[in-house]
């Protein structure tokens, strides 16, 4: 069923996670609460920065601040950030630090496209795109919108297994067992921007939490876990899947269903 929020019953909290970075930290809040026009709350989780962007987060007005004393990662990091959300918010909107807002309208858009179906619980701009199905992926954490009522449902991010890669993916699938999709939004208009992994780049973590970065979770084993029985395509067929109605995500037909799996041609 078909319906588009409004200011008077949609309240989003904005989650950012911080890790040094500073000028790329300040770009983003500021670009955020220059170009949020609807009802939202700006949370800001630091995960044991350094003392100068610590202590240009404390002089903040508008935003309610967290200070972690260790590197909680991005799952983590996201968690507190949830878990501090005001009571009348509808929505969780996970952003990453190094965003820069670029329109007015981009959490409205954001927003109307997660309550355009009851089925949509997650939606954001870009895809952690992978050729396993019955998810291929899921949102990329960068700008991930979330139905507080998924939360209710399925819970928070797996910061145990998924403290930073495969967490956007796992939820997905966790959310796809419950009966939830996600959508993306189209390309254009630009909304976001990504300036990606600056946080990473400006200092350098614990040998330990670079080898959680980097460690490549396998798709189907996330899939797995989360009770689905996934099915890696060859390129191929991956492609001529994307090209079918309702894509890229929607529970597929019987005949849709064999081409994917490669038993009949498209």
């Excluded at 972690?68 to 630090?97: F, M, P, Q």
């Excluded at 965003?99 to 309208?105: G, K, N, P, S």
Aim: aromatic share 8%.
């Amino acid at each position: 069923m078909a319906h588009f929020a409004s200011d008077a019953d949609t309240k989003v909290a904005i989650i950012i996670v911080t890790y040094n970075a500073d000028e790329f930290v300040k770009l983003c809040l500021d670009s955020v609460r220059h170009y949020s026009t609807m009802p939202h709350e700006i949370i800001v989780v630091d995960n044991g920065s350094e003392e100068p962007l610590r202590d240009y987060l404390r002089k903040q007005d508008g935003i309610k601040l967290i200070l972690n004393e260790e590197n909680l990662l991005w799952a983590g990091g996201n968690n507190v950030g949830v878990r501090a959300a005001s009571e009348d918010v509808t929505h969780y909107l996970l952003l990453n630090s190094d965003m820069e807002i670029r329109r007015a309208d981009w959490l409205q858009r954001i927003v109307n496209l997660i309550e355009s179906d009851d089925r949509i619980g997650l939606a954001g701009n870009a895809r952690a795109r992978t050729p396993v199905w019955p998810t291929f992926g899921g949102v990329d954490g960068q700008c991930m919108l979330i139905k507080r009522t998924l939360t209710e449902k399925i819970g928070l991010l797996d910061s145990e297994k998924y403290p930073w890669n495969g967490a956007d993916i796992d939820y997905a699938a966790r959310a796809f067992k419950a009966g939830y999709i996600y959508k993306i939004l189209p390309r254009e208009p630009e909304l976001v921007v990504h300036y990606r992994g600056m946080s990473r780049r400006k200092k350098r973590v614990a040998r330990v939490e670079q080898e959680i970065m980097r460690k490549e979770d396998r798709t189907e084993d996330i899939l797995r876990m989360a009770g689905l029985r996934p099915v890696r395509l060859s390129r191929l067929l991956y492609n001529l899947y994307m090209l079918l109605p309702g894509r890229p995500f929607f529970r597929p037909s019987k005949r849709q269903r064999k081409i994917i799996q490669g038993k009949i041609l498209a």
